[in-house]
């Protein structure tokens, strides 16, 4: 063996067969999440601010339906929806002509939403759902007192929309069915055609018409 031939390291590297270092290899880029797992992070992270700022301080495994309903109205200050009191005389009327000094609120849609969420963060981050305060029957019952109140106050009837909701939702179920049904039938009269042709074609090869009254 003559000493004076490659070494092992060099032999590794002259396989390339004409030089120069491979080009690196860019780290694959992180998911990016979604809207709805971005606004569920934000609102998760404000709770818990919530909680450490909470006199006295306040720990997520003591945290109870009450707490998520201070949480709410705490939310209030910086809501942007007109709720009007009763004894305004815009009450019940959902496009005020002018102004009034009625206070604004979170609207009853983004607290339902933003239960939503909170109660999806908190199973996601280790909590049973039996534990979870965000699925308290207190809270349900408090959002329930909201839509009704906001409802009247401001003249949109909530209920109505669910049920515009549920009619769109039959009208796209009996349309589907329809289509099948007409599917259906065109396959079937597809299958008797072929089957006719079919007899035809059996008739002319055997050199025998087929029997008055049989076809």
């Not at 063996?1 to 270092?21: C, F, R, V």
């Not at 707490?67 to 004894?87: M, N, P, W």
């Not at 996601?124 to 909201?146: C, H, M």
Request: with cysteine.
């Amino acid at each position: 063996m003559d000493p004076s031939g490659p070494g092992p390291s060099s032999a590794m590297g002259g396989g390339g067969g004409g030089g120069g270092d491979a080009p690196a290899v860019a780290p694959p880029r992180p998911a990016q999440l979604s809207r709805y797992e971005s606004q569920k992070r934000r609102d998760w992270n404000t709770f818990l601010q919530y909680l450490r700022n909470h006199r006295p301080p306040l720990t997520l495994a003591r945290c109870s339906g009450a707490h998520v309903i201070e949480f709410l109205r705490y939310l209030d200050q910086f809501g942007k929806t007109k709720v009007h009191a009763s004894g305004c005389a815009y009450y019940g009327q959902p496009a005020p002509p002018g102004p009034c000094p009625c206070p604004l609120r979170q609207a009853w849609g983004s607290l339902d939403a933003l239960i939503g969420r909170l109660r999806a963060a908190y199973e996601e981050s280790g909590g049973t759902p039996e534990s979870n305060p965000f699925a308290a029957r207190a809270v349900r019952i408090y959002l329930r007192e909201v839509r009704d109140s906001q409802s009247k106050a401001r003249g949109i009837p909530y209920e109505k929309k669910k049920r515009k909701r549920a009619q769109a939702a039959e009208a796209a179920s009996g349309s589907s069915s329809a289509a099948a049904a007409a599917g259906g039938s065109g396959s079937g009269s597809s299958r008797a055609a072929a089957a006719s042709a079919a007899h035809q074609a059996a008739g002319g090869s055997s050199g025998t018409a087929p029997t008055p009254g049989t076809t």
